[in-house]
């Protein structure tokens, strides 16, 4: 009898356990994917302002290297490198004292011209007296034809005196001018205004024609010279608002504007040589300064605007990609087409609409029909 109950006792305990197995497995069959969690944004239209970025150098329109004209000693240049000079004003001077000696010869030379034009004068008034009296007379049978045609050829030759006379004046008077301005030369002047970037000599120094005396850049005058991909340079146009920093002035924003967008593309570098007009109103810049910045090419004031980070490419030049937006719970890939880029934020116009919930991140775990847990 006992060992009766201890079989039925044994087939329930099996019974029991048996049953038990399947419930576990359909637990384990019907649970569902983690979702993965991921920062999710509600797409939305918002103003966008395309700029294209440029660096390059500020150069001064106005650089002018300065040399001397005449030959001599430099007595004085009291100017040093960064003093600022008007146009016209001396900055250095050369000995002229061998150009005033010149100046007194040229002043005699026209003297010596003028008495010489005021004798020849005279010569030839008297000629002409005497070929009028030698026509008379040959009227009057008073002198022979020989003599007449003596008479004439003298009042020729007295006229050709004048001639030669005048033409010497202009001589010595042209002399006289380069005296002159050979002793206007022994004063260097600044030819326009600005500062003195470099001193290429010092007083006594010894100089001739063309020794460079000193450089002057005007600051007020500069221009970013820079250079754009051609990919870039469709949406440029001249008059173009730019914002650029240096590194002089960190925190600090300076302005120009687009003034010439060159009209050929250099072959090895594929960019094209762009200027733009520098607003230097406060000196700070000065020519030679590196800076960074862009050009402002337009406002759309209801543009699609996501953050780079959501975006899959190939390459940033790629204008096709594809985003992971949230339909149903669960990611869904979407193929969109990509605009202009700005400060890590992309313009999408195709593909996406207001509304649309955007999956901001990627992570390998993200993929067509995983399901998102959007993170607060």
Known sequence: MRNSVLLILFFISASSTGCRKPEAATSVHASEPVAVTARVVTVSSEPFRATVSVTGTLISRARVEVKAEVIGRVTRFDKEEGAHVEAG????????????????????????AEAALERAKLVESHSRSELERAENLLKSGGITDKDLKTAQLAG???????????????????????????????VIRSPISGEIQRKSINAGAYVEAPTAVLTIVDNNRLELECSVASADLAPLRPGQRVQFTVNSYPGVTFEGRVVEINP???????????????????RKLKAGMFAQGEIQT?????????????????????????????????AARRDVRIGRERDSRLEIVEGLKPGDRLIAEQSIEIAEGVRIQPRS
């Open 89 to 112: 004003e001396p900055v250095a001077w050369v000995n002229d004292e061998n150009f005033q000696l010149s100046l007194r010869q040229a002043e005699t030379g026209v003297k010596v």
């Open 156 to 186: 020729r030759d007295a006229d050709a005196q004048v001639t030669i006379a005048k033409a010497q004046i202009e001589q010595a008077r042209a002399a006289l001018d380069l005296a002159q301005k050979h002793i206007r030369d022994t």
């Open 264 to 282: 050929a593309v250099d072959e090895q570098t594929r960019s094209a040589r762009v200027r733009i007009q520098v607003d230097n109103a406060g």
């Open 298 to 330: 337009g406002l759309d004031r209801s543009a699609i605007v996501v953050p780079s980070n959501a975006v899959y490419r190939d390459d940033r030049s790629a204008k096709s990609a594809y985003v992971f937006v949230i339909l149903d719970g669960k």
